[in-house]
Structure formats: C-alpha cells, structure tokens
C-alpha cells in the first residue's frame, strides 16, 4: 500500500509518498517472485518505506531482506526506512462498520474478545494471515496484569484463534489449497463455508467451560466487500448475519522513537510546502 501528501500543484514538488512493505511476507517471498518487478517499482519511488510486521521478522532475516531486496532499488540515499507493526485499536459490528445500524449503537470494547474462540480467514496468502493471527492471539490471551476487568474474561484461558485459506475447507479439516484468487472468499459458497464453520464452533460454546464464538473481520476484507458493489455488499452481509461479525480496525505503529520523530519531520516537512490558499 502506498499513502502519497501531494501538494496539488502550483509549481511546487510537496509530494512524500509513503510505501508499506509486508516485511513478514516479502522476507518469505522468493526473488523471482512474479509479483517482484512491481514492487520494484514501487519501492524506486518512494520517499519513506515502512516495513509492516516487522516485529514478526527476526531481526538476522529482516536485515538481510532490507539490504538485498529493498536498499539496491531506493532512488537516493536519503530515503527512509521505519519498522512498523499494526496495533489493534477497536472493534465494531459489521452492521455498524458499513454504516447500517444507528452510530448511537454500543460498541464492545477489544477485551471482549479475553477467552473467545476466534474465526478468521486468510483472504491474503499465509503470511498475510500469519500476522493477522498473531495480533488476535494477543487479544484472546489472558491479560493478567490488565487492570481493567473485561467482563470477568480477563484470566480466561480459552481463547483460540482459528484461520483457513480461502479455497480451503474451514476448519481445517480435509484437502483443499488456498485458491489462487484471494477475491474467491467472497464468493456466496465460500462465506456460507465460514457461517457453516461459524455455527458448528457456536454450537459447542455453551458447553460447560465453552467461550463465545466470534467471526472477526479485517477492515481490507470489508473494503473488498464495498469492492462487489452495493447489491454485492449487502448480499454478503446478509450471508454472514448469522454469525454477526466484528471488523477489527487496526493503527500503524512505529516503536522506534528515533525513527518515529524522522517518520514525523518527513510528514511535517510535507505538509509545510504545500501552498496556502488565501481567501480574500
């Protein structure tokens, strides 16, 4: 993804453009990856490059990715480079994400999620949903020095977080690949396949001892919902009703003070030459 401060004209260069690189993915990918020459492209014009999940990289693999896959394509010396890591910030009914319930609705806060078992779906290739994974374990764990109760979930112990590659069964059970189309999960047949699933991780979770069942969803997977258009999108929510999903929205986070306060002079410095207009 690349996010680009332009300054619209008026003579002046105020364009930072921004590139996130999947450091977790990209330092997996092969060389000749075919997807390789655009993401060369990419990386040769931007201004700032922020290595996503880099906190998922060992640091020995994400040095060697960055000085053979990433350094020998910047345009100057001076571009630079931050690592980032996605910080989860809330969650939200879907109904209420895509703007079809009342804004006055209550929102559950993320230790909701304290000792849920969580569903999810790999909609972007294993890496992609290695991370996504990683951040819902965190939510799902005990969070035993919290200092905030969390509905009595704060020590529960029974959060699981479950993903399947679309194209493959949900649940994991049986054969079946990711499909090469990321797009197939939001076909009809696969998210009746994610309610089926849904359902059966519902039945059990009164059991004694059981946690709630929650269908968690990534902001990108609703933005490729909107993707089907308006008859596609409440289609699909109309599908996925039964199971009442949470979007789970998440923040860029630079860790590093050093490279934060750099990350921030950049913007700043970008926002400063844009051209003021003045109304008379």
């Not at 699981?160 to 047949?189: M, Q, S």
């Not at 994610?194 to 969803?217: D, F, I, K, P």
């Amino acid at each position: 993804a690349a996010y680009v401060i332009d300054g619209g004209g008026g003579g002046v260069d105020a364009t930072l453009e921004v590139l996130v690189v999947d450091a977790l993915a990209g330092a997996a990918a092969a060389a000749d990856d075919e997807n390789a020459p655009k993401a060369a492209a990419a990386v040769a014009r931007a201004d700032v490059v922020a290595l996503l999940h880099a906190n998922l990289v060992d640091p020995p693999t994400l040095a060697a990715f960055v000085d053979s896959r990433v350094k020998p394509l910047l345009k100057n010396d001076g571009v630079l480079i931050v690592r980032a890591r996605m910080r989860p910030e809330k969650i939200e009914r879907l109904a209420r994400y895509a703007g079809e319930s009342p804004r006055h609705e209550w929102t559950p806060p993320l230790s909701r999620l304290r000792g849920s078992k969580v569903l999810c779906v790999e909609s972007d290739g294993a890496d992609a949903g290695e991370a996504l994974r990683a951040c819902l374990e965190s939510l799902v764990a005990p969070a035993v020095n919290d200092d905030k109760n969390g509905y009595g979930l704060r020590l529960r112990d029974t959060g699981e977080v479950e993903a399947a590659p679309v194209g493959g069964v949900v649940g994991g059970k049986g054969g079946g690949g990711a499909d090469a189309d990321a797009d197939a999960f939001f076909t009809e047949a696969t998210l009746e396949r994610v309610v089926r699933r849904y359902r059966e991780m519902h039945a059990v979770s009164g059991n004694v001892g059981g946690a709630e069942a929650r269908l968690v969803l990534t902001e990108k997977d609703v933005a490729k919902l909107r993707g089907l258009g308006a008859r596609g999108m409440r289609g699909a929510c109309a599908v996925l009703a039964a199971c009442d999903p949470l979007v789970l929205s998440s923040r860029l986070v630079v860790d590093d003070d050093d490279e934060r306060d750099a990350f921030r002079d950049r913007v700043e410095a970008a926002l400063l030459s844009v051209p003021q207009t003045r109304y008379h």
